[in-house]
């Protein structure tokens, strides 16, 4: 069977409108049903949303607007409720978090595209340091100079990287986190 779901969803610290969403019970545990819910917010010009499939236990997340754009400036608009264009540093590092969430290898995408656009390189990756996949947004602040900053999606953690390039085969990493501090000296071999 199915129940047809009405009323708000929030994400992203937005209240969103579900519109044309149900619960599906069809084959699958009571606890744990199939989702297809849509939820929109409604600005002047555009609406994102997400599109909401998979289960209670493990949905899955697809940002979507009327009229169509690419998802970047969609979650953008469904973040913010403005373009990617008019974007102010803070609400980049708000974007990106958001970006996170999408996860995988779609949310890599997403997350370097909106890196691209805010002007730091950002990806989603697998993180040994973070136990996992994490986010990670980081800056070349001068030709030599690396600063990166990468929080982990699905296990608590955070970690700051600053990264020196002493010269054309060596560079200086520092690392800290709440689990341990590292430091390296990276020799390069260039073949």
């Given at each position: 069977?199915?129940?047809?779901?009405?009323?708000?969803?929030r994400?992203y610290?937005?209240?969103l409108?579900?519109?044309?969403?149900?619960?599906?019970?069809?084959?699958?545990?009571?606890?744990?049903?199939?989702?297809?819910?849509t939820?929109?917010?409604?600005?002047?010009?555009?609406t994102?949303?997400l599109?909401?499939?998979?289960?209670?236990?493990?949905?899955?997340?697809?940002?979507?607007?009327?009229?169509?754009?690419?998802?970047?400036?969609?979650?953008?608009?469904?973040?913010?409720?403005?373009?990617?264009?008019?974007?102010k540093?803070?609400?980049?590092?708000?974007?990106n978090?958001?970006?996170?969430a999408?996860?995988?290898?779609?949310?890599?995408?997403?997350?370097?595209?909106?890196g691209?656009?805010?002007?730091?390189?950002?990806?989603v990756?697998?993180?040994?340091?973070?136990?996992g996949?994490?986010?990670?947004?980081?800056?070349y602040?001068?030709?030599?100079?690396y600063?990166?900053?990468?929080?982990?999606?699905?296990?608590?953690?955070?970690?700051?990287?600053?990264?020196?390039?002493l010269?054309?085969l060596?560079?200086?990493?520092a690392?800290?986190s709440?689990?341990?501090?590292?430091?390296?000296?990276k020799?390069?071999?260039?073949?």
């Amino acid at each position: 069977g199915e129940i047809g779901v009405s009323g708000t969803y929030r994400a992203y610290g937005q209240d969103l409108t579900l519109k044309q969403s149900r619960l599906l019970f069809a084959g699958t545990p009571l606890d744990n049903p199939g989702l297809d819910l849509t939820a929109e917010r409604v600005l002047p010009d555009v609406t994102p949303g997400l599109r909401i499939t998979g289960t209670a236990q493990r949905p899955v997340l697809q940002v979507f607007s009327t009229p169509t754009m690419e998802q970047s400036e969609a979650l953008s608009y469904l973040i913010t409720g403005k373009p990617l264009s008019a974007l102010k540093s803070g609400q980049g590092d708000m974007l990106n978090s958001a970006a996170q969430a999408l996860g995988s290898a779609g949310g890599d995408l997403l997350a370097k595209e909106i890196g691209a656009r805010i002007g730091v390189d950002a990806s989603v990756g697998d993180n040994a340091a973070l136990g996992g996949a994490a986010l990670t947004v980081g800056k070349y602040l001068s030709p030599r100079l690396y600063v990166g900053y990468g929080v982990g999606l699905f296990t608590p953690g955070q970690i700051v990287t600053l990264r020196y390039k002493l010269s054309r085969l060596f560079d200086f990493e520092a690392q800290t986190s709440a689990l341990y501090n590292r430091f390296s000296l990276k020799y390069r071999v260039e073949k």
